[in-house]
């Protein structure tokens, strides 16, 4: 039970990453900026799906937990790509600061 639920999940938890994968952006942006909503939805749509037994919960177990991860890694990235921002940023005032001439006061 628990190796058929784990497959079942882990192929649900595929084929929503690969959907997610397809979307637009605005729709990718919705579904990013509301992780809990889609889990739960996600979660409640492959319980019923796939019947509604105990196999089935477990399945949306497992599945939950991948579209999580699905969910968590663009997140990821993107604040990994503002911290990058940032730090270049940092970088070129503290460039332009050792650039700017020395005025010494009297």
């Known amino acids: 039970m628990i190796l058929e639920a784990s497959i079942l999940g ?5 084929g929503f990453g690969a959907t997610f994968a397809r ?3 605005k729709v990718k942006k919705v579904v990013i900026d509301h992780p809990l909503a889609t889990d739960i939805v996600a979660t409640a749509m492959t319980y019923k799906v796939l019947g509604g037994t105990l196999t089935a919960l477990t399945a949306a177990g497992f ?6 991860a699905v969910l968590f890694i663009p997140g990821l990235l993107a604040a ?3 911290r990058k921002k940032k730090r270049a940023t940092k970088e070129a005032e503290a460039q332009a600061q050792k650039t700017l001439p020395k005025v010494i006061y009297l």
């Open 80 to 82: 990994r790509k503002l």
């Open 10 to 14: 882990g192929l649900s938890a595929a």
């Open 63 to 68: 599945m939950s937990v991948g579209v999580s």
């Open 23 to 25: 979307l637009p952006k």
